[in-house]
C-alpha cells in the first residue's frame, strides 16, 4: 500500500469554513463571509485535485466539511446582513416620517 500524502488545500478549506462561521456569529457579521467564499475557492481546488488523483490523498473528509461549513457561514452571514438592512431600513423610515410631519 502506497503512503498517502494530505490533500493540498483540505485543512486550509477546513480552517476558513470555521472562521467564516466564528467571525460571522461571534465578531464581524457579514464580513466573515469572505472566509466562507476564500474555503469555497479552496474546497473547489482540492476536489479538483483529488478527482484527478484520488488514490494518492488523503484528508478528503476535510474537504467535505469545510464545504458544508462555509455554507453554514455564509448562510447565518446571509441572514445577519438581511437583519442589518432591515434595521436601518427601519431606523430610517421613522426618520424620514419624522421629517415629513415636522417633528424632527
Not at 9 to 37: D, E, K, M, Q, R
Amino acid at each position: 500500500m502506497m503512503n498517502q500524502q494530505p490533500l493540498p488545500g483540505a485543512s486550509n478549506a477546513l480552517t476558513y469554513g470555521i472562521l467564516c462561521i466564528v467571525l460571522t456569529l461571534f465578531c464581524c457579521g457579514p464580513f466573515g463571509a469572505i472566509f466562507g467564499f476564500i474555503s469555497l475557492s479552496n474546497v473547489k481546488k482540492a476536489e479538483r485535485i483529488y478527482n484527478q488523483s484520488s488514490g494518492v490523498y488523503s484528508g478528503y473528509e476535510n474537504v467535505k466539511t469545510g464545504k458544508i461549513l462555509s455554507y453554514i457561514g455564509l448562510a447565518f452571514a446571509a441572514v445577519y446582513l438581511l437583519f442589518f438592512l432591515l434595521y436601518f431600513g427601519v431606523i430610517a423610515a421613522f426618520i424620514i416620517a419624522a421629517a415629513s410631519e415636522g417633528n424632527f
